[in-house]
Nanobody
């Protein structure tokens, strides 16, 4: 059973930093893509950043220049370094991975809360 375990969330003041981590366990297949989505209260879930197995990345315009996504393929772990956090970044952050036997299965973590105070 594939599980995504997130860590690193919490409360931080505006301008501060946090680093989210997500470890994928239970899969014998490497993940083609790993990344992070977030959902703020009353809003739809949105893509924050994603990284593919070859190292290519994509990120939402709202976080470019502030957030950095990286992955450790050997450890099946993805990281999100969040700098210069703003109150608008407050949300539940969900780890995402795509892989499986034919590389098309979507996996989700349970979510971790990030709160940025002004």
């Amino acid at each position: 059973q594939v599980q995504l375990l997130e860590s690193g969330g919490g409360l931080v003041q505006a301008g501060g930093s946090l680093r989210l981590s997500c470890e994928v366990s239970g899969s014998i297949f490497s993940m083609n893509a790993m990344g992070w989505y977030r959902q703020a209260p009353g809003k739809q879930r949105e893509l924050v950043a994603i990284i593919i197995s070859g190292g290519g990345t994509n990120a939402a315009d709202s976080v470019k220049g502030r957030f950095t996504i990286s992955r450790d393929n050997a450890e099946n772990t993805v990281y999100l370094q969040m700098d210069n956090l703003k109150p608008g970044d407050t949300a539940v952050y969900y780890c995402y991975a795509k892989g499986g036997p034919i590389g098309l299965t979507n996996y989700w973590g349970k979510g971790i809360l990030v709160t940025v105070s002004s």
